[in-house]
């Protein structure tokens, strides 16, 4: 590892140029708050993976009935059964991996019942215990993600299902032709192998996924990816069930009796950012509290990858550290869960901080994660998209939709080092990646009353142009709503380059992304 620089050798590099003197007149507020900020463009992180960014999706509420999918013959406007705006949102997002189909869905579902013409009625018994037809399965799944571009990940059952269903599907999904799997696929409209390479071993084994111990799950790891093979040439990538947040004993326990079984390509830990409070009626001291908690993820990630490189068996890392479960989770208003499903959960300008603070997170780390899969892509906890029920016509684009849209332009691109003053968890909130001569920074404050002005400073380029986007509300309850859909949205937002430093204003709650020329 490189040594940082200094705070000294920082602060006298940063201060030698009076920062007011070089603002338009009126940019900062009152209550405002200079940080300097030190970005290393040669000091690189790892690549920030288009994986970091994505999705998940479970039979829960109305994500995916009456959120993804209406049905062929619904009035609601769609494309081959498919919410039409749905899609339309979700192609330009750029969705690069679907999880599905759950959660502790997964851990009950039989994928059978989800494939012909003749699909049984199964009761949900994990989230309300309504009746679902499976008109969604494996098939409509798959056409979803070619639809919106995004690469399949099945989740398997480990917790109700056996070795030789998981065989199955895998079978199923992936051998080419001749099998009788594989003319069944065929039979039932899809003659092409599905080709799926991200495959579930089971989920939440520790809790609703069978309340395993960790040394009976890693047996059952053992045992179930023994089955599953690399047919039509599709190389598996296999994913384990790591911890309920940072548990170190689960991993640990896990790693150790797997000794001598095969590695899991993929080591997915489930991470949320919880609160009492329903999300239209936060207080500061509330959101505070939530926002501190993404301090507890990255310190998680940083142990959890520790842990893995403890146990790695070969010179490179065969273990990929995943958290494929993550996001806000407020309390539910009861009358919108009647109305529109379970865990339907209004997006604020909160939340979009929230994923912007995720995000800068997974780049700051971008050497030791896999990929993030925020729960969930639609009306449900910290969802890209809200619809008014699963026969609603309506289709909002949440704030937490816009946030990603902003952080698309560090994808493939390689991280690099940020340094500002603050440690606090509550201050500014930044990341920064390059390719060539291109940069990009983006600026998360999830203050409510303190504007930041950042004045930047760089090693090893010197920026010469910049543009950049803002997405803000002074509100941090304030969302978009059916009524109003494009209350909080991008906007172009002012910097300023001179002698190769950047200067900007965030102001309180809100995401700054910089695209810069060096």
């Known amino acids: 590892m490189r040594p940082s620089s200094s705070r000294r050798h920082f602060l006298r590099n940063a201060a030698g140029i ?11 507020a009152a209550d405002s708050k200079t940080e300097r900020v030190m970005i290393h463009t040669a000091d690189s992180i790892g690549v920030v993976r288009p994986e970091l960014h994505g999705q998940f999706a479970e039979h829960l509420g109305s994500c995916v009935y009456g959120g993804l999918w209406v049905g062929k013959n619904s009035p609601i406007p769609n494309v081959d059964g498919y919410r039409k705006a749905a899609v339309d949102y979700l192609k330009d997002l750029g969705v690069p991996v679907l999880r599905w189909p759950g959660g502790c869905f997964a851990d009950d579902y039989h994928w059978r019942d989800g494939i012909g013409p003749k699909r049984p009625k199964r009761v949900n018994m994990h989230w309300g215990e309504y009746v679902e037809d499976n008109s969604f399965g494996v098939h409509e799944f798959i056409g979803l993600c070619k639809k919106i571009g995004a690469e399949p990940y099945l989740a398997g059952n480990v917790g109700s299902g056996t070795p030789a269903e998981l065989r ?6 992936n051998f080419p032709s001749g099998s009788t799997l594989s003319d069944e696929r065929a039979a039932n409209g899809s003659p092409e192998p599905f080709n799926v390479r991200y495959w579930g ?3 939440e084994n520790w809790g609703c996924g069978g309340r395993m111990v960790p040394e009976h799950y890693a047996d059952q790891f053992r045992q179930f990816s023994g089955y599953m093979r690399n047919w039509g040439g599709t190389k598996l990538f296999l994913i384990a069930c790591g911890p309920n947040g940072n548990n170190v004993d689960w991993s640990r326990k896990f790693l150790t009796q797997n000794t001598g079984g095969r590695i899991p390509d993929g080591f997915a830990m489930h991470f949320y950012e919880n609160s009492q409070l329903t999300p239209t009626q936060f207080t500061i001291d509330a959101m505070n509290t939530q926002m501190a908690m993404f301090q507890r993820v990255e310190n998680a990630i940083i142990q959890q990858r520790a842990i893995l490189d403890g146990f790695e068996p070969r010179p490179q890392r065969a273990m990929n550290l995943m958290l494929d479960e993550w996001g806000v989770w407020d309390r539910m208003i009861p009358d919108q869960e009647k109305n529109y499903g379970r865990l339907w ?7 979009a901080v929230a994923a912007g603070l995720g995000l800068n997170m997974f780049n700051r780390q971008a050497d030791k994660l896999y990929m993030c899969n925020i729960a969930q892509i639609v009306n449900v906890l910290h969802s890209m998209l809200l619809t008014d ?15 990603y849209m902003m952080f698309k332009a560090h994808r493939l691109k390689t991280a690099v080092r940020a340094e500002k003053e ?5 201050d500014l909130s930044i990341s920064a990646s390059r390719n060539g001569n291109d940069l990009v920074v983006t600026l998360v404050n999830p203050r409510t009353n303190s504007d930041v002005h950042a004045d930047c400073s760089f090693t090893g380029a010197t920026p010469t142009s910049a543009t950049a986007q803002i997405l803000h509300h002074s509100d941090m309850n304030a969302y978009n709503s059916f009524d109003d859909p ?3 949205t991008t906007k172009a937002h002012s910097v300023a380059v001179e002698n190769g430093r950047l200067r900007l204003d965030a102001p309180a709650m809100s995401i700054v992304t910089v695209t810069l020329k060096a």
């Open 389 to 403: 029920g699963p026969t609603g016509t309506h289709c909002v684009r949440t704030t937490t939709y816009y946030a």
């Open 345 to 351: 959960q209004q997006i604020t300008m909160r939340g």
């Open 486 to 488: 494009d209350k909080i």
């Open 168 to 173: 199955d599907w895998v079978e199923y999904c």
């Open 201 to 203: 071993v089971g989920n």
């Open 422 to 426: 603050s440690t606090d968890a509550l």
């Open 18 to 28: 009076s920062v007011a003197s070089l603002l338009p007149k009126g940019l900062l």
